[in-house]
């Protein structure tokens, strides 16, 4: 009897675990993969494409990149890290400009200093060939520029972003930075990751 039990018990962990990933565009399983837009930024984004990592650079208020999605789906999360120099909160918005029926989303959000921090939001619906800008806005009251840096790839070679670029089912349209100076338009991409549920 305890060795049922116990295969029973592992059955249900191995069943969990392979339901709870869903970064294959498959609609029989679809729950929020945190990861969708984070991957495909790493792998568009590489030091291998001639990208550098700055984990905290770009010293404006807010700094915005809009993507082409091509599935349907919904965004169903927000990933972000602050920097070192800030522990405050942030202004997270996800706007559909394709389909202004559809919902967007604004939130105040504060996130882990020492990781990615992904956090659930109000989901936002999304048509494949949907146009998506996200924006990440610091927090009125902060009170050294060094606060409004956040996480950007930029071209090694210090050039412009050459947008568009397409990884996977997104395409990365462009990037603007703005707020106590700029606006500064396509230097860099921002770090911001969205989890994505395809229906």
Known sequence: MKKRSLNLLLAMIILTVTISCDNDNDPTNNVCDDNYVSDLITTAFSTANGYDDLPEWMDLETHEYEIQINADGEICSVGYQNPSTYTGGYTIEI??????????????????????????ITPVLVSSGDFITVKRTILPGYTNL?????????????????????????????????????????????????????N
């Open 95 to 120: 706007i559909n400009n394709t389909n202004t029926s559809a919902t967007s989303y604004s939130g105040t959000h504060i996130f882990s200093q020492t990781a990615l921090d992904y956090q659930t």
């Open 146 to 198: 060094n606060e409004t840096v956040g996480r950007v790839l930029r071209p090694t070679n210090l050039s412009n972003v050459a947008y568009p670029i397409t990884q996977g089912n997104v395409v990365f349209q462009g990037s603007v930075f703005f707020g106590a100076g700029g606006p500064v338009a396509n230097i860099a991409q921002p770090y911001i990751a969205l989890g994505f549920k395809v």
